[in-house]
């Protein structure tokens, strides 16, 4: 049993080892079996040589078209108009170029054209593909239909390409080579014709450059020197006196500004002495308020539209001007006529009360009011110290503007005198009156031989094909090849030493036969 086990273990080791192959042995192997390999290459590039005449022939056809610009301006006008770099074009525009002659002579209005002068509609393949596509769908006309089908399985049969500076070829296939240089030198003509119509509504815009037009840009440069006059008017109108825009002015407002946030401070703590000592009169927070009167009511508006008044004085005078004074003490006599106001509702709605609870009520809504002129006055000397910094940080960007809007009237009567120059010397009449540049180059001619199939590269794909399968059933044989190839193997498979090994002479077997 033992003796079984090892056995097998070694007969396991032995094939194991028998699946790696050096060198030497891949060698041996591929002339041992090399009618393995010979008879796939041979069988596998006969019938791929053979197949590649099943394959349909398609020639192709090329035209080469000069394509020139029709309009020629001067440099100086090109370069005001922004086209001075016209001549350049980078990599990325080509390519978009590129794609829109593509796109152009693969159009429907294109093709269109080209089945109609060499009657490609009339195709009876394509006649019952059209009625296949009525029949499922008889809102359609067969005409388009037929476009559709003609432009579907033409625009992978052209391809537009560059051929040189101002050159583009055009190619067409076909599987006739006939029908190839036609469509080519169809296509050709199609595209001059459409240039040249677009050349002419060129030349027919550009003749209608007249003094209408050159008033439009006279009537341009004047409306830059009425804005520029205007913006100059706005900064004159804006421009702050230097006392008003020290810092020592600003400062002071500033302290305004600060003395009020201390005076909303001493009427809150005010405002909550009041409300608890009123509490304890029984007075709740829900009774503590007063029904306005209409005087009422205007003290409050004259009082508002006063406190908006500050931020235009503040950009005309110093804090400490009379006009300022004015303004405070005209705030000052509102606020009293508003306490007086007060006096009198409070001793009409609380008659009930007694005079000191009276006196409380008063003083706290006057302690309300103060606090709403507080509050208001801090926002609205806020908001007018900030729109006085802006203005003295906006001195500079105005200065700019003015210097960037004299640039602007200098680039509109450069411009302005360049068409009017052009206008007097007939520079653009001559430009547009010249012959067009649309032309070919390389008329299409009928190609020779197909460009397809290419039968040379189809056979060395046979061939490497055949070498692949041969390889493959070579590797295969010998993986599942139980039979020994060296006295290693054997002795290692039997645990006993190989005493003789008896040669295999081919010379013996041939001697024998001839016996």
């Known amino acids: 049993m033992n003796d079984q086990k090892a056995f097998n273990g070694n007969k396991n080791s032995a094939n194991q080892e028998r699946n790696i192959f050096d060198l030497t042995e891949i060698i041996g192997m591929l ?16 019938v791929t040589f053979g197949g590649s005449y099943l394959i349909t022939p398609e020639y192709e056809s090329s035209a080469i078209i000069y394509i020139g610009s029709p309009v020629k301006l001067s440099v100086d006008l090109q370069r005001l108009l922004g086209n001075a770099s016209q001549g350049y074009h980078s990599p990325r525009d080509q390519q978009y170029e590129l794609r829109s002659l593509q796109n152009e002579i693969t159009s429907s209005p294109f093709i269109g054209r080209l089945a109609s002068m060499l009657k490609l509609d009339q195709d ?91 008033a439009k840009y006279e009537k341009n440069l004047q409306d830059k020197i009425d804005a520029r006059t205007n913006f100059e008017k706005e900064y004159m109108k804006n421009q702050l006196d230097n006392i008003v825009a020290s810092d020592e002015n600003r400062k002071a407002i500033n302290s305004e500004i600060e003395g009020a946030n201390i005076d909303i401070e001493e009427g809150k703590d005010e405002e909550r002495r009041l409300i608890g000592l009123l509490s304890e009169a029984g007075l709740t927070s829900r009774i503590l308020k007063l029904e306005e009167s209409s005087d009422l009511r ?100 105005y200065q700019a503007r003015l210097d960037q809007l004299d640039r602007e009237i200098e680039a509109a009567r450069d411009l302005r005198d360049k068409f009017r120059e052009q ?93």
Do not use: C
């Open 31 to 46: 002339l041992r079996r090399k009618w393995l390999i010979i008879l796939p290459v041979i069988l596998v590039t006969a």
């Open 124 to 214: 009876p393949d394509l006649e019952k593909a059209a009625m296949g596509i009525k029949a499922s769908q008889p809102e359609m006309d067969i005409t388009q239909i037929k476009l559709y089908l003609l432009v579907k399985r033409l625009r992978d049969k052209i391809s537009v390409s560059y051929a040189g500076k101002d050159q583009i070829k055009i190619t067409v296939q076909s599987t006739d080579p006939f029908m190839a240089r036609d469509m080519t030198q169809t296509l050709g003509e199609v595209f001059i014709s459409e240039k040249m119509k677009q050349e002419l509504g060129t030349v027919r815009l550009s003749q209608d450059f007249s003094y209408e037009q050159l």
């Open 298 to 397: 205007r003290l409050k508006s004259d009082m508002n539209d006063h406190l908006e008044s500050v931020a235009n004085l503040m950009l005309q005078y110093t804090w400490s001007a009379p006009e300022i004074l004015n303004f405070n003490a005209r705030l000052y006599r509102i606020l009293r006529d508003i306490e007086d106001e007060h006096r009198k509702l409070v001793g009409q709605q609380f008659s009930d009360y007694d005079d000191n609870v009276k006196e409380n009520l008063i003083e706290l809504f006057n302690v309300r009011m103060e606090l709403d002129v507080y509050y208001s006055k801090v926002n609205e000397l806020t908001l007018a110290l900030n729109d006085l910094r802006n203005k003295i940080e906006m001195i500079p960007e």
């Open 423 to 515: 206008q007097e010397s007939s520079q653009i009449s001559q430009a547009l009156l010249r012959e067009s540049k649309y032309k070919f180059i390389e008329p299409a001619k009928v190609p020779l031989a197909p460009f397809k199939p290419q039968r040379s590269k189809i056979i060395a794909l046979g061939f490497l094909l055949g070498l692949v399968i041969g390889g493959s059933a070579v590797l295969l044989i010998e993986m599942f090849d139980k039979s020994f190839r060296k006295v290693d193997e054997v002795e290692k498979l039997v645990g006993i030493r190989v005493i003789g090994v008896i040669p295999h002479i081919e010379s013996l077997k041939r001697m024998k036969i001839r016996k």
